[in-house]
């Protein structure tokens, strides 16, 4: 019997994905684990994945061709934001039902816009990972090395959500879902430290800083970005 969600249900996968550890994801060739056809063997071919009712980007050489210029896509990422990741020369991949950032192979994986209900919130998780991403050895090497629920791992999350903040007030998105509330879940792993917080916010500055050097510097969007973000932590 197949099993239904509701909207609820759906929103809350596909925007809870920030706490997805990325090494029991993917093989050792940085392949999906977790993709798999309807009657429920290892997906691997050229077709498309159904995720929340649309078909979506899969990991078929076909679907990475296309990534973020799939025309589904179109008007649901804003458009700065995909001039930003483009620059970045960060792999991004769009697809699946799950987000992370693959340290091993340095590539990035997100949902399509239309697995949220909100598809503003999109940008949060793209932001976040793309976070992530900043910390490779070749960018701002960061420590990546945390395993889920340790506090290396927590550190890390703080930084790449503080850092999704940031950049989402200086390109003048607003998502729905709340960062306060993710950030305050991974503090909790690491509430005997009360400077964690603050570390994490200078880092996730540099890593902020690092991602909207990328951002186009487009008149007509002048007056969706705020002049002066304030990254100062309470």
């Known amino acids: 019997m197949d099993a239904l969600v509701n909207f609820d249900q759906r929103d809350q996968l596909a925007e809870d994905v920030g706490d997805v550890s990325a090494i029991d994801l993917v093989d050792e060739e940085g392949e999906p684990l977790d993709v798999a056809t309807f009657d429920g063997r290892p997906w691997r071919g050229a077709v498309d994945i159904v995720t929340a009712g649309y ?3 899969p990991f078929s050489v076909a679907g990475k061709r296309r990534g973020a210029d799939d025309p589904r896509h179109l008007g649901l990422i ?6 930003l990741i483009a ?8 697809g699946g039902n799950r987000a992370f950032y693959v340290p091993a192979h340095d590539y990035v994986q997100v949902p399509p816009p239309q697995a949220y209900f909100e598809p503003i919130n999109w940008h949060r998780t793209a932001l976040h990972e793309l976070g992530h ?10 420590d990546l090395s945390g395993s889920f629920g340790s506090k290396k791992y ?5 930084i790449a959500e503080i850092n999704a903040a940031f950049c989402c007030a200086s390109l003048g998105i607003t998502p729905t879902v709340r960062h306060a509330d993710y950030i305050g879940s991974w503090l909790e792993v690491l509430r005997e430290d009360n400077r964690a917080i603050v570390r994490a916010a200078s880092q996730a500055s540099k890593a902020a ?21 304030d990254r100062r932590v309470a």
Do not use: K, M, Y
């Open 55 to 57: 078909p979506c980007q």
């Open 78 to 83: 804003e458009p700065r934001v995909e001039a």
């Open 87 to 94: 620059a970045t020369g960060i792999d991004f991949r769009i």
């Open 133 to 142: 991403a900043s910390g490779a050895p070749h960018r701002l090497n960061r």
């Open 154 to 158: 927590a550190f890390e999350e703080l």
């Open 209 to 229: 800083d690092w991602l909207l050097a990328f951002a186009p510097d487009d008149a007509d969007q002048t007056s969706r970005v705020e002049p002066a973000c």
